[in-house]
């Protein structure tokens, strides 16, 4: 006869392993799935040559409501980098100096002699590298460690025969594909506890931009904390706006880049469509509420508050597949 203290414990057993069981739901959806199952049946898609000057190329981005465009080198002939909005934004931040002084560097440079710093423009920094990819055939679970991995926003899908690019994936289209097609999963049972509590998000050194700093300052904040949106606050220190990188290509489109000594302010009444707003979300709300309400807004962050409005964290898609797929694998790309 087993002793009263193991039969005691036994039920726990059961609870156990659903618990494990719960937290692989998401991984093993990710793992069966491929790449070219999130590809939607109709995107656009637009490629640069590296000898098109960089002014253009970014103007070209704004015409077609692009974020980044892959770089093809017609002398090496494969596909060599991204262009991206991080490229937009450390050409101004290198190059302005100030409103009555014109930006040769934005004016002159074709994307092959542009000197960036963005991470996947490898080709820019060393022509020997490669551009970060991957096959059709991947898995998404291969996918979302590239994009975290690798601490990139864009992901090229290439036809390893081909040599094609088929489409561009994003964190947010990942986590639309699971919000569409996982819904007859089981949902977790961690689904209904708090975000803070799980400790999905940032919560300490939250960078923010004060409404009466300039331009200038936030693109200062975004080259050096590369983070990919700010929090505008006000002289209490409450959430008035969110400023992207998204944001930032349209002073290309309004041609309003030659003055970055404007106020925070100013640069948020100037904005004109595509404004992502401040989503926000609450330290006790659960986080199939989070979830939800990031997807169903179609944004790449919430913003923490407080009951005050006080900026309290940060929740980004990155956050949210590193929780759902990653951590459950035993793998943290974030700290890597």
């Not at 980098?81 to 290198?94: A, P, R, V």
């Not at 996982?182 to 803070?196: D, Y």
């Not at 900026?311 to 700290?335: C, E």
């Amino acid at each position: 006869m087993e002793p009263l203290s193991q039969v005691s414990h036994s039920p726990e057993k059961p609870k156990i392993k659903k618990q494990e069981a719960d937290a692989m739901v998401y991984l093993n959806f990710m793992k069966s799935h491929t790449c070219y199952d999130a590809i939607p049946i109709s995107c656009k898609l637009v490629i640069f040559d590296t000898t098109l000057q960089v002014k253009k190329a970014f103007f070209a981005l704004v015409a077609n409501g692009l974020r980044a465009a892959p770089l093809w080198d017609s002398k090496l002939q494969r596909f060599v980098g991204m262009l991206t909005i991080t490229d937009f934004i450390n050409i101004l931040h290198c190059y302005y100096k100030s409103p009555m002084v014109q930006m040769y560097g934005l004016e002159s440079h074709k994307i092959e002699t542009w000197r960036g710093d963005s991470l996947q423009n490898v080709y820019l920094k060393s022509p020997t590298q490669f551009l970060i990819s991957i096959s059709p055939q991947a898995s998404l679970f291969d996918a979302i460690y590239s994009l975290l991995r690798y601490k990139i926003h864009r992901l090229p899908v290439i036809d390893p025969e081909s040599g094609n690019v088929l489409h561009i994936l994003t964190h947010k289209r990942i986590l639309k594909f699971l919000h569409i097609f996982g819904k007859n999963l089981p949902k977790p049972a961690f689904f209904k506890r708090p975000v803070q509590e799980l400790g999905i998000g940032t919560f300490r050194n939250i960078a923010t931009v004060h409404q009466s700093a300039s331009l200038y300052e936030a693109l200062s904040i975004f080259v050096e904390r590369r983070v990919s949106a700010l929090p505008v606050v006000d002289e209490q220190s409450k959430v008035v706006a969110l400023y992207s990188r998204f944001d930032v290509i349209n002073l290309a489109a309004q041609k309003t880049y030659n003055n970055l000594d404007m106020t925070m302010q100013e640069a948020i009444r100037r904005r004109t469509c595509c404004v992502e707003g401040v989503i926000k979300c609450y330290p006790d709300e659960s986080l199939e509420a989070v979830i939800d309400r990031i997807v169903e807004a179609e944004v790449h962050r919430l913003v923490l508050v407080d009951r005050f409005d006080i900026v309290k964290g940060i929740i980004s898609l990155s956050d949210l597949l590193q929780a759902l797929v990653l951590t459950p694998a035993g793998i943290d790309a974030l700290l890597s």
